[in-house]
């Protein structure tokens, strides 16, 4: 009698934890799939059709990431991505573009004070490549993802995707408490020019061989030719042979706001990769960089970075 009662208690005790763990499992994979992790996410990809219709709504995203990536698959209702620049909780500019395949089924807008404001539509009248920046309030940024009413159910399975990527950039010191409209285009002082001399992600010598203002992407297009291609992290100059000239070409770009005219002489191109556009940072003349390079090692007496300064 003993031995049967214990036998029952066992069985239904092995039930129940075999229950609570199921139970467990299903709570856990539920809260993963409806709250993203708020601190370690850079990329997000969803579904519209993850949800049933009387659960959709306005669903929280938490990005903190520099640079990252949004997918969201047969929009339905609304997301609300708040991008912060890691932990710093400093302010930053930000760009967005949208993918360069898809962006379809949603409109992206700014949350302001009390007013959602138009940043992105497909519709919208402006090339779809041109990125669409923004400043942030108090360390983070607030974007509103709507997904597009459908006009019948003919359109329910149709293939929309709402896809784009982001690029985050802390802004300078002393505009931590305004946004200054030329912050992109006023010349590096010394300490940035050795900042971005190590952190660049292309680094080359040359001269400038062709300027052509892109109205459409809103950006300067400053072809160059470059005698001696220091660094690039992604392939921004190429080589190519002409009768005069044996070295690399590439284009990089400034904002058209700057209003970059063609100049004569020999310049070092600093810059970073934004949404995969080669955008420069600094371009000193050969001169002045020689003798801030001089200078800097006259005072720390060494390189400060891998490459010989």
């Known amino acids: 009698m003993f031995s049967v009662v214990s036998s029952v208690r066992l069985c239904c005790l092995s039930l129940l934890s075999l229950f609570v763990f199921v139970a467990a499992f299903q709570s856990r994979f539920a809260v993963a799939r409806l709250s993203p992790s708020p601190s370690d996410g850079c990329?997000?990809?969803g579904s519209g059709l993850d949800y049933k219709e009387e659960e959709r709504g306005v669903q929280?995203?938490?990005?903190?990431?520099?640079?990252?990536?949004?997918?969201?698959?047969?929009?339905?209702?609304?997301?609300?991505?708040?991008?912060?620049?890691?932990?710093?909780?400093k302010?930053?500019?930000?760009?967005?573009?949208?993918?360069?395949k898809y962006f379809n089924g949603a409109r992206i807008y700014l949350e302001g004070y009390r007013a959602l404001h138009l940043l992105f539509s497909p519709s919208d009248g402006r090339h779809a490549q041109l990125p669409r920046c923004f400043s942030s309030r108090h360390g983070q940024v607030a974007l509103y993802v709507e997904a597009?009413?459908?006009?019948?159910?003919?359109?329910?399975?149709?293939?929309?995707?709402?896809?784009f990527s982001y690029d985050l950039q802390l802004r300078h010191a002393s505009s931590q408490r305004s946004v200054d409209p030329q912050e992109d285009c006023r010349p590096c002082n010394e300490a940035e020019l050795l900042r971005f001399y190590c952190t660049a992600d292309f680094l080359a010598k040359g001269t400038i061989s062709g300027i052509y203002e892109n109205r459409e992407l809103d950006r300067t297009e400053v072809m160059v030719r470059a005698g001696h291609v220091i660094r690039q992290n992604s392939p921004v100059f190429h080589p190519e042979e002409e009768l005069d000239f044996r070295g690399m070409y590439g284009t990089v770009h400034l904002p058209?706001?700057?209003g970059a005219k063609h100049g004569g002489g020999h310049f070092l191109f600093m810059g970073r990769m934004m949404l995969d556009s080669p955008v420069v940072t600094c371009v000193p003349r050969l001169e002045e960089w020689e003798r801030v390079r001089k200078a800097a090692l006259r005072e720390i007496g060494r390189a400060s970075c891998r490459e010989r300064v």
């Open 91 to 100: 302010d930053f500019k930000g760009c967005l573009k949208a993918g360069s």
């Open 148 to 163: 597009e009413p459908m006009a019948n159910s003919i359109n329910i399975l149709k293939r929309n995707v709402a896809e």
């Open 256 to 258: 058209l706001s700057c």
């Open 43 to 45: 990329d997000w990809i």
């Open 60 to 89: 929280p995203v938490y990005l903190r990431c520099s640079q990252g990536h949004v997918e969201w698959k047969y929009p339905r209702g609304a997301l609300r991505i708040v991008l912060r620049h890691g932990t710093s909780g």
